[in-house]
């Protein structure tokens, strides 16, 4: 099943409905809310629903937005922050976004658990690699300590993203809502690929399950943390729904899928078909270039 993530257009529109409807327009028979969703926008998205013109797939925490907040921003409220009421308030809008999906009748929601502290950071791997020195002895040093002050780091705010996904999880199995940890773009954000693992064995299905994001894990193919191939082969079982776009070395991504580095079809044989796939395209992209893959996606894998 093929949708379209209303990061592309939200920030341009100020009526829900006409924004849901450029993406019928492209040809795209569902659409994933996005965490750019403004209050403002609620009722056109309620019009657009009521008259049955749209379907949605998926939704984006934190959807919509707190009012507080006027940019798309996932990471706003953090489960992981060291702040206790940062991190209660980050529950609650949650909450807000599960009412906001059983409203709509969404049975799937995407989720970010935050990071480890600012000071940890990535991208002097990036630049390094940029610069094509991914295989230079500096990169190595580079590398190793992050992944040691990632480790030393990672238990208190890990705890603190648990505790919360405990509370949402519980809430969203109430609703008969399913909650999909999405796959990050960083090192140092929350969960690495081993954290992964032990929160799907922690939390069983179906309630709780993981939501690949194919540019994420191919910048961390590119970097050298995962095999892009390996880790999809350890995770599909527990799939939710998946983020289509494409890179560009190493760490450029919300590329129109075939626009970049990422082999679809080797990736793909992985997945059933019944596969939720969204696409999440900048909204620099031009709506001719989201058409075009749009096109090309359903002639190799079907709508």
């Not at 040093?141 to 519980?170: G, N, Y």
């Not at 929160?199 to 994420?216: C, K």
């Not at 990422?262 to 900048?282: G, Q, W």
Request: contains cysteine; glycine residues 6%.
């Amino acid at each position: 099943m093929l949708s379209c993530s209303t990061c592309w257009n939200s920030a341009r529109h100020t009526d829900g409905e006409a924004m849901v409807m450029e993406l019928a327009d492209l040809g795209f028979s569902q659409v994933e809310l996005s965490h750019g969703i403004r209050i403002s926008l609620v009722e056109g998205i309620q019009r657009a629903a009521d008259k049955g013109r749209i379907q949605f797939s998926s939704l984006h925490n934190f959807c919509p937005l707190p009012a507080e907040v006027t940019r798309p921003s996932p990471d706003c409220y953090q489960f992981s922050s060291p702040d206790p009421a940062e991190r209660q308030r980050a529950v609650r809008l949650s909450f807000q976004t599960i009412d906001y999906a059983v409203r709509l009748g969404v049975p799937r929601i995407v989720l970010h658990l935050g990071r480890t502290p600012r000071a940890i950071s990535s991208e002097p791997l990036l630049q390094l690699a940029l610069e094509g020195r991914i295989h230079s002895r500096l990169y190595v040093k580079t590398k190793l300590r992050l992944i040691e002050e990632r480790a030393r780091a990672a238990a208190k705010p890990l705890a603190h993203a648990r505790e919360c996904l405990l509370q949402v999880a519980e809430y969203a199995e109430k609703k008969r809502v399913t909650l999909g940890i999405e796959s990050r773009h960083k090192y140092e954000e929350i969960p690495c690929e081993s954290e992964m693992l032990a929160l799907l064995d922690e939390f069983p299905g179906p309630t709780v399950g993981y939501w690949h994001d194919f540019g994420h894990v191919q910048v961390k193919h590119n970097l050298g943390f995962l095999n892009h191939l390996q880790w999809l082969q350890k995770t599909a079982q527990r799939l939710v729904g998946c983020h289509l776009h494409d890179t560009a070395w190493p760490g450029k991504d919300h590329l129109p899928p075939f626009s970049g580095d990422i082999d679809y079809p080797a990736l793909l044989r992985l997945l059933p078909n019944s596969t939720l796939f969204v696409f999440e395209i900048h909204p620099k992209r031009d709506a001719k270039e989201l058409s075009e893959a749009r096109e090309k996606w359903t002639q190799l894998f079907g709508p």
